[in-house]
């Protein structure tokens, strides 16, 4: 299963790694490929997590979400 988070406030590749980083750490996600330029980061989770951990988990990581579908 993918889901797709906006995220504003990555303007560079080591965003990228920080939003990544902090996502693949979290239980459940397998994979997570961020973008400064699309404002995104596509996940691949094994089951479905919920919203609130995901944008807990963003914001720790110093960025703010916009959506998650």
Do not use: P, W
Request: with cysteine.
């Amino acid at each position: 299963m993918k889901k797709i988070i906006r995220i504003e406030g990555m303007t560079c590749h080591h965003c990228e790694m920080r939003v990544e980083k902090a996502l693949k750490a979290v239980r459940g996600v397998k994979n997570a490929k961020a973008s400064f330029i699309e404002k995104t980061c596509i996940i691949d989770v094994k089951f479905d997590i919920a919203e609130d951990i995901i944008r807990e988990v963003v914001m720790q990581a110093g960025y703010h979400v916009v959506t998650v579908e």
